[in-house]
T-cell receptor, first 112, second 114 residues
Framework: SQTIHQWPATLVQPVGSPLSLECTVEGTSNPNLYWYRQAAGRGLQLLFYSVGIGQISSEVPQNLSASRPQDRQFILSSKKLLLSDSGFYLC???????????FGEGSWLTVV | AQSVTQPDIHITVSEGASLELRCNYSYGATPYLFWYVQSPGQGLQLLLKYFSGDTLVQGIKGFEAEFKRSQSSFNLRKPSVHWSDAAEYFCAVGPRGSSYKLIFGSGTRLLVRP
């Protein structure tokens, strides 16, 4: 069966510091991968999606970037964090030609 | 514009009572429809989905949802709520043929009274 892992689960970072959140999917190949952000008390906002290695689409302009160095690995990064980057970040995937998105457990980021 | 509306931000029900969470969407054509549940501090778990066929779909944990094309609605129901159902519920829609741009509602937080 397929599984998705995100880490770290919780992160507290000072303003201006870098960020790296990692996501790995197991049990499938060539998944479509996504990063969503969920701000406190709000819905989900799609940040990035990727249909293959090195192929990243950004949905909203922001202080974050994403990379896909391997087929089943998706990384969310920032060079300098802002207070507004605080939130709950969710990685998700669906298999190629699939119709259902499955989510990881999420990563809590607090920028102080 | 494509959108999903969950008109109830919070809903409180007593344990054992029935539940209905509302979801309306605005979309160019009939999309794929989903309900997800999120427990505090957790990721989203798929409850059920509608692609085609029978408009009443069954999901996990005793939930069901009914697609009504004429009302552009996909309401979630459960006949008897358990305390463990307290969570946030998200309705989502996605284009047929690709789910990479799911549009989520803002969520409904369910509180369960003992």
């Amino acid at each position: 069966s397929q599984t998705i892992h995100q880490w770290p689960a919780t992160l507290v970072q000072p303003v201006g510091s870098p960020l790296s959140l990692e996501c790995t999917v197991e049990g499938t190949s060539n998944p479509n991968l996504y990063w969503y952000r969920q701000a406190a008390g709000r819905g989900l906002q799609l940040l990035f999606y990727s249909v293959g290695i090195g192929q990243i689409s950004s949905e909203v302009p922001q202080n974050l970037s994403a990379s896909r160095p391997q087929d089943r690995q998706f990384i969310l990064s920032s060079k300098k964090l802002l207070l507004s980057d605080s939130g709950f970040y969710l990685c998700a995937w669906h298999r190629d030609r699939g119709n259902t998105i499955y989510f990881g457990e999420g990563s809590w980021l607090t920028v102080v | 514009a494509q959108s999903v509306t969950q008109p109830d931000i919070h809903i409180t029900v007593s344990e054992g009572a029935s539940l209905e969470l509302r979801c309306n969407y605005s979309y160019g054509a009939t999309p794929y429809l989903f309900w997800y549940v999120q427990s505090p501090g957790q990721g989203l778990q798929l409850l059920l989905k509608y692609f085609s066929g029978d408009t009443l779909v069954q999901g996990i944990k005793g939930f069901e949802a009914e697609f009504k094309r004429s009302q552009s609605s996909f309401n979630l129901r459960k006949p008897s709520v358990h305390w463990s159902d307290a969570a946030e519920y998200f309705c989502a829609v996605g284009p047929r043929g690709s789910s990479y741009k799911l549009i989520f509602g803002s969520g409904t937080r369910l509180l369960v009274r003992p």
